[in-house]
Nanobody, 124 residues
Framework: QVQLVESGGGMVQAGGSLRLSCAASGLTFNLAALGWFRQAPGKERAFVAA????????RYADSVKGRFTISRDNAKNTGYLQMDSLEPEDTAVYYC?????????????????WGQGTQVTVSS
């Protein structure tokens, strides 16, 4: 059974930083691409960032480029999302997702496995 467990969310002031983690079990982690998505109240789930199984390829939503960094440690079966220069507009529930596709994907329905999410709140 595949499990993705996010952690690291919380409340932070604008301009601050948070590092989210996604601990995976039950899948061949070093063959799985990872994605991070977020959903704010009243809005659809939106793509944030993705990383290939090797970590070589990454992609980001325009809204987070230059502020967020996605990474992974295949030895630890864990993915990360470093979020710097946070803005109130970044407030959302953040979800980790995984698939076995060969390239980074920015569409939610192309991911097969999802975590339960972690809340990030940025105050102004």
């Amino acid at each position: 059974q595949v499990q993705l467990v996010e952690s690291g969310g919380g409340m932070v002031q604008a301009g601050g930083s948070l590092r989210l983690s996604c601990a995976a079990s039950g899948l061949t982690f070093n063959l799985a691409a990872l994605g991070w998505f977020r959903q704010a109240p009243g809005k659809e789930r939106a793509f944030v960032a993705a990383i290939s199984w090797s970590g070589v390829a990454t992609r980001y939503a325009d809204s987070v480029k230059g502020r967020f960094t996605i990474s992974r440690d295949n030895a630890k079966n864990t993915g990360y999302l470093q979020m710097d220069s946070l803005e109130p507009e970044d407030t959302a529930v953040y979800y980790c997702a995984a698939n076995y596709r060969s390239s980074t994907r920015a569409v939610a329905n192309e991911y097969d496995y999802w975590g339960q999410g972690t809340q990030v709140t940025v105050s102004s």
